[in-house]
């Protein structure tokens, strides 16, 4: 059974930073692609960025392109959201999940939630204005 496990969540005001991480165990971390989702109240889970297996191709949500970056360590089977300008729409709980490389990278599905197959329990990720 894959674990996923995050940290790094918290509260921060408006255009402050924060790194997410996200410590893979239980799988070889290599032959899954990783993703970040998050989900508010009331609204349904959103993709935020993923990261191909290597680390070679990435993609982001238009609402995060160019203020998140997502980065993996894969001797350290760990992937990371680092978070920068952060807005108070982006309070969420942040949720990280992993896919196997056989189901591909496709910019559409990699997009969507349902074509993940392990997540974490995710973190909390406040931002105040």
């Known amino acids: 059974q894959v674990q996923l496990v995050e940290s790094g969540g918290g509260l921060v005001q408006a255009g402050g930073s924060l790194r997410l991480s996200c410590a893979a165990s239980?799988?070889?971390?290599?032959?899954?692609?990783m993703g970040w989702f998050r989900q508010a109240p009331g609204n349904e889970r959103e993709f935020v960025a993923a990261i191909n297996w290597s680390g070679g191709s990435t993609y982001y949500a238009d609402s995060v392109a160019g203020r998140f970056t997502i980065s993996r360590d894969n001797p350290k089977n760990t992937v990371y959201l680092q978070m920068n300008s952060l807005k108070p729409e982006d309070t969420a709980v942040y949720y990280c999940?992993?896919?196997?490389?056989?189901?591909?990278?496709?910019?559409?599905?990699?997009?969507?939630?349902?074509?993940?197959?392990?997540w974490g329990q995710g973190t909390q990720v406040t931002v105040s204005s």
């Open positions: 999940a992993a896919k196997l490389i056989s189901l591909g990278f496709q910019s559409r599905d990699t997009r969507i939630a349902a074509t993940y197959t392990s």
């Open positions: 239980r799988l070889t971390f290599r032959n899954y692609h």
